[in-house]
């Protein structure tokens, strides 16, 4: 067995080697790719599990502490385990920036400094760099990985610099190692407007009692405060990461899918070419199941020895992604054990489609097999019969086009598909800017004081008090901010947004968001109705109220340019925080670049096995006809002519194939989207990206159709075929 | 019609160099029926394909009414085999996924009045019932007759036929020169064709022997 398959690789190392190449390109590109995402989901289920070690139970307040509610949790607590066990705090939620891949929050919790090492054992922090913070200072302690993440030292200023920017918030003084990623301050962090609450402890074992009990408790107390411990963490990992992994395994299954059809394809050539090869050894007394093990076995050593190498290759680009990538950016590598086993779906499913390609063939009698290698006509040649047009004759009666009528079918599936699920993230922060290209929002807890320069007042439309609403758009991987603006029935018509006069307590919203909402993909809006505005446009909507707690100014203006001086004000006087339309460019560039490089890589890297497969397969239905070029050319039709033809029908071919796997995967998408991402944000079919991605697929295949298919013909010698 | 002055073909490889003509001076008329046999690898196919544009000659001149063939470009040769020259070979070579019909129009450039000459030709040779079925649903015999059809669709005024009855039995052969002979005298073309045999060509009114590359003149039947 190990001899013939030497005598095979001897005979054919090209067809092996690439074989064997391929199967190691799609392993390693599968262990990458999902070893990547895993880490993004691994470092936030660090931020969600902190609520693994304590019960959090917090309530929002705009004033500070409300006694009445802390004065009732109080009785709660005791009534339930006594207070020894329970701590005050404040919180505030730090933007974690998971290199390009949409945002996620940890705490920092304002407590006592006597309270830390409580807080560290609990939870088996360490202090890894930095000391403690002081009381009453603006000094906090984060998680080493936030530090490595924002690309910040310890005693830096942090500023966030997403969705506000803010100079000099926090000092970061030390630096936390462990299993959970939170942060430390001192008392009264939130500065008097965010979330305050109690964080609870439990004995090992007894934290998942305590939070039911204070569940049942605070529900029957009827108080607005939220309950977040190990029960609730589960859960929202669950609701949360449900679609995350998804999106992992969608990624991984269409950059696999993509493999095992560029697989399958070569085997088909080889099982093709190989067909006499059968014959003989059935002939010489080989039964079919033996020559099936032997089959099997022989790509079973190919596909091993291809996802070995795979690993290899997958592993080596890992730890240098590790080094260069994930530690820098604070990310923690996900489990790469699972992800390489998962790699094996690739070989493994090239086998098990190998071996039924391959029983179809072994299923004939002998002289059926030995007739077989000499087939040249498709299955729908009689249908075909009476076509009278040239460039569909060897299409349609023959199943020499059929291999890249497939690919091309397949692959314009795939891009389709796959240009979709990738472009919703970046689409979503793009769409959500659309209000703030004509204006910006200036917030400040110094409205009062606040005012504007002449040459900022004067080149604008109009100011009005504004509030600014803020919430989630959940996407397939992660989630996004949409902002909202608030504005009064009184100052409304200033946003030139409205033919009639606004009614308060409705949300006005686009077509698109209207739907975003309808879906359940947008959460926390709080509105009494909500109505379609035809004037605005992508994500953009506007809370009309009858009188609004304004802490932020809307500037209107038509000449772009007067963001860029808004801005410029705002961080000359400092402690303002300003949205407008670079805040969506830096969040676009800080939340989807990482998106955009993996989906162009994996992209590029289709393109680069279809214009492999292409040209692999143009070249085999050229060789296969190199007989019909020197019969054309015998019988006097000249070169360009033959040329012609085999380009009129190479083109047929692409561009039905591309056109029926682009409506294809547009109806599957309709319906996986339907069945699948329900309350998730996915775009629609991205039509212009998509058609000019499959464009651009079908003019390399056909160009580089189009110059194998030349180069054979003028290399043809007529009198060849009469030679051979 | 036909005039080659020392026209030779040498397969030169590093060691040695191969005539399978030698130099050869040969003029054949309009309308003549020249049969030319000899052993395998004499070099009369050799001739046969340098006749008809297939193949370069190393050396000498190939002149076909009066025009230098080796001066033609690859299109005007293919120009020529096209409106000039007939072919049939040993193996039928039919394009297997086109049909009967579609098989013997491949030379046809304008498609007027090609019904007609259709209909002319299948009926002379049989292959009305056939013209829907694709080659390999036919028997030997008849691919065989389809490519004479194909190769007098086209009213050639020379026909090449290399070895045209080796794939078949004596009786489709005997049925395959009679057609190919029958067309020439009818319209006057010239026909050359080449046989290891030379029982086939015994009533050839002109036969040439070639040897070893070297072309003799056998004799001219009354």
Request: hydrophobic share 45%.
């Amino acid at each position: 067995m190990l001899k013939y398959m030497w005598l095979y690789l001897k005979r054919r190392p090209g067809r092996i080697l690439v074989f064997i190449f391929v199967v190691a390109l799609g392993v390693s590109m599968s262990l990458v790719i999902s070893s990547i995402f895993l880490s993004f989901g691994e470092t936030r289920s660090r931020i969600a599990k902190i609520n693994e070690s304590w019960i959090t139970v917090q309530y929002v307040s705009e004033s500070g502490r409300d006694e009445s509610i802390d004065s009732s949790l109080i009785q709660v607590f005791e009534d339930v385990f006594g207070l020894s066990d329970v701590i005050p705090v404040d919180i505030a939620y730090l933007g974690y920036n998971l290199f390009g891949s949409a945002r996620a929050n940890f705490p920092v919790y304002g407590i006592k400094q006597t309270e830390i090492s409580r807080m560290l054992r609990e939870s088996n922090a360490y202090i890894a760099e930095g000391t403690v913070f002081a009381p009453g200072t603006n000094e906090i302690i984060v998680s080493d990985s936030f530090l490595r993440a924002s690309g910040l030292d310890l005693e830096n200023v942090y500023e966030e610099i997403s969705e506000m920017s803010s100079k000099g918030l926090y000092t970061v003084v030390a630096s936390l190692a462990g299993p959970s990623v939170f942060g430390l301050g001192p008392s009264g962090i939130s500065r008097g407007k965010g979330s305050f609450g109690f964080l609870v402890f439990a004995e090992e074992g007894f934290l998942i009692a305590v939070e039911n009990e204070l569940r049942l408790r605070i529900i029957g107390e009827g108080l607005p405060v939220s309950i977040e411990g190990p029960v609730s963490s589960r859960e929202t990992l669950e609701r949360q990461y449900a679609s995350y992994y998804l999106g992992v395994f969608l990624t991984n299954l269409f950059v696999a899918l993509v493999f095992i059809i560029a697989l399958t394809m070569l085997n088909s050539v080889s099982i093709r070419e190989r067909r006499k090869e059968y014959a003989i050894l059935a002939a010489i007394g080989h039964s079919p199941g033996s020559l099936k093990i032997r089959l099997f076995l022989e790509s079973l050593y190919q596909g091993i020895a291809g996802w070995i190498l795979g690993l290899l290759a997958g592993g080596a680009v890992l730890s240098l992604f590790e080094d260069r990538f994930f530690t820098p950016n604070g990310l923690y590598i996900g489990d790469s054990a699972v992800s390489s086993i998962c790699t094996l779906f690739i070989p493994f499913t090239t086998i098990v489609l190998y071996q039924i390609l391959i029983g179809r063939h072994l299923r004939r009698d002998l002289v059926g097999l030995l007739k077989s290698s000499e087939e040249r006509v498709g299955l729908l040649k009689n249908r075909f019969r009476n076509v009278g047009l040239p460039w569909l004759q060897f299409p349609l009666r023959s199943d020499g086009y059929r291999s890249l009528f497939v690919n091309i079918i397949a692959f314009a599936v795939l891009l389709t598909v796959f240009g979709s699920l990738l472009s919703s993230l970046t689409d979503t922060v793009r769409d959500s800017g659309w209000l703030f290209n004509r204006c910006s929002y200036i917030q400040t807890s110094e409205l009062e004081e606040l005012r504007l320069p002449e040459e900022i007042s004067s080149k604008s439309t109009a100011v009005l008090p504004a509030d600014l609403l803020d919430s989630d758009v959940k996407l397939m991987f992660g989630t996004t901010k949409l902002f909202i603006p608030v504005v009064s029935t009184e100052h409304s018509r200033l946003l030139s947004i409205f033919d009639e006069d606004p009614a308060a307590g409705t949300l006005y919203v686009s077509r698109s968001l209207f739907d975003l909402i309808v879906n359940g993909s947008v959460r926390g809006l709080d509105y009494s109705s909500m109505e379609v505005l035809p004037s605005l446009e992508s994500h953009a909507g506007v809370l009309v109220e009858d009188r609004i707690e304004s802490d932020g100014l809307l500037v209107l203006y038509d000449e772009r340019n007067l963001a860029g001086e808004i801005r410029r004000f705002a961080s000359e006087i400092g402690q303002v925080e300003v949205v407008d339309r670079k805040t969506f460019e830096l969040k676009i560039r800080a939340e989807t670049q990482f998106m955009e490089l993996i989906s162009s890589i994996i992209i590029y890297l289709q393109f680069f096995v279809v214009i492999i497969i292409g040209v692999v397969t143009v070249t085999r239905v050229t060789l296969a006809r190199r007989s019909e070029i020197s019969i054309r050319n015998i019988l006097g039709q000249r070169r360009d002519e033959i040329g012609l033809l085999f380009f009129g029908e190479l083109l047929l071919v692409l561009l039905t194939g591309a056109a029926i796997g682009y409506l294809l995967a547009t109806v599957c998408w309709q319906i996986f989207r339907s069945v699948f991402l329900q309350g998730l944000y996915v775009s629609s079919i991205v039509v212009p990206e998509t058609l000019f991605r499959i464009s651009v697929m079908t003019v390399i295949v056909l160009l580089a159709g189009v110059i194998t298919a030349r180069y054979l013909i003028s290399k043809q010698d007529p009198i060849s075929i009469i030679e051979r | 019609m036909f005039e080659l002055k020392e026209v030779a073909l040498i397969y030169e490889t590093k060691k040695q160099a191969l005539a399978a003509l030698k130099s050869t001076d040969l003029k054949i008329e309009k309308g003549e029926e020249v049969g030319i046999f000899g052993p395998s690898g004499s070099g009369k196919s050799s001739l046969l394909f340098i006749m008809s544009t297939l193949k370069e000659p190393s050396r000498g001149e190939v002149k076909y009414e009066g025009k230098e063939l080796t001066a033609l470009t690859p299109s005007a040769k293919a120009e020529l085999r096209r409106k000039e020259f007939g072919f049939v070979f040993q193996e039928h070579f039919l394009i297997n996924h086109l049909t009967v019909r579609e098989n013997i129009l491949l030379p046809l450039k304008e498609k007027r009045g090609a019904r007609k000459r259709l209909e002319e030709i299948t009926t002379a040779l049989g292959l009305n019932k056939l013209l829907k079925r694709f080659p390999y649903e036919l028997s030997l015999g008849q691919s065989q007759r389809v490519a004479v059809a194909r190769a007098l669709i086209a009213n050639p005024k020379v026909v090449f036929a290399d070895e045209p009855t080796a794939s078949l039995d004596d009786e489709n052969g005997s049925r395959v020169i009679e057609l190919l002979k029958s067309y020439c005298s009818k319209s006057g073309a010239t026909l050359i064709l080449v046989s290891h045999s030379s029982e086939i060509i015994g009533d050839f009114r002109r036969r040439l022997r070639v040897e070893n590359g070297q072309v003799y003149e056998v004799g001219v039947n009354a």
